[in-house]
């Protein structure tokens, strides 16, 4: 059995012992703080109270604003108690990032009674497991010192965990596969392996909010993961779910040109509950690429010159505030409803047939092309890992999407490629996502600026290696002559 975090750790002046009888009472003890060791046993503190008066006052400023985000990463409720309002103005105005910590709490005089009860309602969770193993698989970059309590906290009935980290998407977030050793349980001491997330705190409560609002009720029960706890620290969370084990990436089934079932299996039946509710209302009168952008799947302002300049190699230096002026010159309809947001190879997990989101950080009511537009582009785009990534020019991939990408394959759907050539999968998954794109639209020229637009969004990074700058540079090049086509110019 798991033992309750139930102490007090109390700094500043001393609590009543009419207080410490109301948090007894509720089954916690009291115990002071020193302010040398303020960390001292945190792992069986639910709750910190820091009691101001006049001589402790400048002594707890100071503490706070060094250790008060520890308290947080480790799930302790911070309660700042002031005598008078003078008092509290004046700690308010020096500890205002402390205040804005999550599990934070500012009082004026709090009788003993309502202290005392914050407290006991707070669920600080399972005592931490300060002595988990923590070993992340394949010699990747191991978790950060400040992270680790996260995962003591989420995973405190474990031993040992292993993170096999599932890459992909540029947003920061580290997603990993955790495979467990339980030794308090009478179960058994190898559960079926979780999902987790860490990211910043904010991204974290904005994707559980999705989670909640936008999967629960619209996607299949065994389509999605299903969310057991989020673990809230000062900076980053930890979003904690189960995980389709046994499965692999969309993006590894893709390279083997069999990722055919899995994409019909994504947009009918995992996505299908999303895309259905955009039939609920007429089509929407306006510009797709306006949309997309108020949706934030594009940011002109963040293209990166690097790729502006490129085009202008190619003769098509059109900026980026320039082709969305155009794209906005289109009468067009498309239907709305909610999408993914950054659909691609491998936030998507198969197994026996079935595709399984791991990752709804980016939901939002946008296009429904956008998210088959997203997915296209990135299997197209994306540098296949088995590839030398130091290798900046690719002339047999260009050709390829030069046949794929080029304005009459947007008509109707482009033809198969030649036998066994190396980029015949890339055709495949290209030809048949495309074939849904078109079929999807509400005007003819709906995919293809939905296209236009992902291929923009892709130049707002640079970070990556030589054939990744190469193939977002070439998508720009791309996506001008796709926008040219549309506003009927010519582009060579």
């Not at 707070?122 to 680790?148: C, F, Q, Y």
């Not at 910043?200 to 999967?215: F, L, M």
């Amino acid at each position: 059995m798991i033992d309750a975090r139930n102490e007090v750790l109390w700094f500043g002046a001393p609590p009543t012992p009419a207080t410490k009888r109301e948090f007894e009472q509720r089954g916690h003890t009291i115990r002071m703080g020193d302010a040398c060791r303020p960390l001292d046993r945190i792992q069986q503190v639910s709750s910190v109270v820091a009691f101001f008066d006049d001589r402790s006052e400048a002594e707890l400023c100071r503490l706070l604003r060094s250790i008060a985000r520890r308290f947080v990463d480790f799930g302790v409720r911070l309660e700042i108690v002031a005598p008078d309002d003078a008092t509290l103005g004046r700690v308010q105005t020096q500890l205002q990032s402390v205040i804005a910590l999550p599990g934070t709490g500012v009082r004026t005089s709090p009788d003993a009674a309502t202290l005392a009860e914050g407290a006991a309602r707070h669920d600080a969770g399972e005592i931490p497991r300060s002595d988990l193993k923590i070993t992340v698989a394949g010699n990747r970059e191991p978790i950060r010192k400040l992270d680790e309590v996260l995962f003591q906290r989420a995973f405190a009935r474990c031993s040992e965990i292993t993170l096999v980290e599932l890459t992909g998407g540029r947003s920061g977030a580290r997603v990993f596969a955790v495979h467990m050793t339980v030794d308090r349980s009478d179960a058994g001491i190898w559960p079926q392996p979780a999902f987790a997330k860490l990211d910043g705190k904010h991204k974290i409560d904005r994707e559980y909010a999705n989670y909640r609002e936008y999967a629960a009720r619209f996607i299949p029960f065994g389509l999605r993961p299903n969310v057991d706890c989020v673990i809230t620290g000062s900076e980053r969370s930890l979003l904690v779910g189960d995980f389709v084990d046994r499965s692999e990436s969309l993006w590894d089934l893709a390279r083997r040109n069999v990722a055919s079932n899995a994409i019909t299996a994504l947009v009918d039946e995992t996505l299908g509950g999303w895309r259905d509710q955009a039939y609920a209302n007429d089509p929407i009168e306006g510009s797709v690429a306006q949309a997309m952008c108020r949706a934030h799947l594009w940011r002109p302002e963040s293209v990166k010159p690097c790729y502006v300049d490129r085009a202008e190699e190619f003769g098509a230096r059109i900026e980026p505030d320039e082709l969305l002026r155009r794209l906005k010159t289109l009468t067009q309809t498309y239907r709305e409803a909610p999408i993914h947001g950054d659909l691609h190879g491998e936030n998507v997990r198969v197994r026996n047939g079935s595709a399984i989101l791991i990752d709804l950080a980016s939901v939002v009511r946008g296009p429904i092309v956008a998210d088959l537009a997203a997915l296209e582009t990135w299997l197209a785009f994306e540098v296949p890992p088995e590839l030398d990534s130091s290798q900046f020019e690719d002339c047999m991939w260009s050709a390829e999407i030069d046949r794929l990408y080029g304005p009459p394959a947007f008509r109707h759907p482009p033809g198969p490629p030649r036998p066994a050539t190396d980029f015949a999968w890339m055709a495949g998954v290209v030809r048949q996502i495309r074939t849904l794109g078109i079929a999807t639209q509400s005007c003819p020229t709906e995919y293809q600026s939905a296209v236009a637009v992902q291929l923009l969004h892709r130049c707002e990074w640079d970070d990556g290696p030589s054939a990744d700058r190469f193939r977002r540079g070439y998508g720009y090049r791309v996506a001008t002559a796709l926008v040219a086509d549309l506003v009927g110019e010519k582009h060579d």
